[in-house]
C-alpha cells in the first residue's frame, strides 16, 4: 500500500450536483496531483498542488477546483456535475513538486457516478 | 484530453513469451515514468528515466530511453500470470515541471 487514502471510494450524484473529493497524502509528501481516469482510458491530469498552491492545471475546466491544506491533505471540487464527469479520481502524491524525487504514489481512487 | 500513444492498445501472450510496449513522442523529453495498473487497481510506480540512452533494469522488466529522448519501451522477459494489467508511460508535461501526461496504456493479458 502507497499511504495515501482517499474517500470516499464510491459516490453516486446527479447531473447538476456539486461533488468534493478528499485525498490524504503519504507521511511527508508536499504535493499532491489529481487525475481523472475514465473507463478503458489513461489518467489525464487535472492539477496539481504545492505546499498549498496550485502547481499546474490539465486541460479542465474551473468548474474543477481544489484545494490543499496545511497538512498537505487536498480536495478535488466538481461543481455543475456532467454525466461525462463519470470516471475514477485519482490522487497522487509525490515529495517534491520538481527535480528527481517526484516517484507519484497513488490512492485506490474514488468511482464517481453521475446520472 | 492530451494523451501520448503506446503501442499496442493490447497484447495476449502465452505465459513464459516475452512483451514489449512502445510510447511515442512528438517532442523531446526531460523524463518519462512507467506504471502497472491491475484491473480494479490504481498505477503504481515502476521506474523512472532521465537519460538519454538510459536502460533500467527491474528484474525481468528492462526500460529504455531512446537516444533523442522522444520514446521509450518497456520489455518484459517471460511473462508471468502476475504480470496481467495495463501499462502506462506518463511524461513530463512541460520540461522542468514534472507534471504529467499519461500514454493510452497497453492492455496486457497472460494466458496460462
Known amino acids: 500500500e502507497t499511504g495515501v487514502t482517499q474517500s470516499p471510494t464510491h459516490l453516486i450524484k446527479t447531473r447538476g450536483q456539486q461533488v468534493t473529493l478528499r485525498c490524504s497524502s503519504q507521511s511527508g509528501h508536499n504535493t499532491v496531483s489529481w487525475y481523472q481516469q475514465a473507463l478503458g482510458q489513461g489518467p489525464q491530469f487535472i492539477f496539481q498542488?504545492?505546499?498549498?498552491?496550485?502547481?499546474g492545471r490539465g486541460n479542465f475546466p474551473p468548474r474543477f477546483s481544489g484545494l490543499q491544506f496545511p497538512n498537505y491533505s487536498s480536495e478535488l471540487n466538481v461543481n455543475a456535475l456532467e454525466l461525462d464527469d463519470s470516471a475514477l479520481y485519482l490522487c497522487?502524491?509525490?515529495?517534491?513538486?520538481?527535480?528527481?524525487?517526484?516517484?507519484?504514489?497513488f490512492g485506490p481512487g474514488t468511482r464517481l457516478t453521475v446520472t | 484530453g492530451q494523451q501520448v500513444m503506446q503501442i499496442p492498445q493490447y497484447q495476449h501472450v502465452q505465459e513464459g513469451e516475452d512483451f514489449t510496449t512502445y510510447c511515442n513522442s512528438s517532442?523531446?523529453?526531460?523524463?518519462i515514468q512507467w506504471y502497472k495498473q491491475r484491473p480494479g487497481g490504481h498505477p503504481v510506480f515502476l521506474i523512472q528515466l532521465v537519460k538519454s540512452g538510459e536502460v533500467k533494469k527491474q528484474k525481468r522488466l528492462t526500460f529504455q530511453f531512446g537516444e533523442a529522448k522522444k520514446n521509450s519501451s518497456l520489455h518484459i522477459t517471460a511473462t508471468q500470470t502476475t504480470d496481467v494489467g495495463t501499462y502506462f508511460c506518463?511524461?513530463?508535461?512541460?520540461?522542468?515541471?514534472?507534471?504529467?501526461?499519461f500514454g493510452t496504456g497497453t492492455r496486457l493479458k497472460v494466458l496460462a
Open positions: 497522487a502524491s509525490s515529495l517534491s513538486a520538481g527535480g528527481p524525487l517526484n516517484e507519484q504514489y
Open positions: 506518463a511524461e513530463d508535461l512541460t520540461s522542468g515541471t514534472y507534471k504529467y501526461i
Open positions: 498542488y504545492y505546499r498549498e498552491e496550485e502547481n
Open positions: 517532442t523531446t523529453l526531460s523524463n
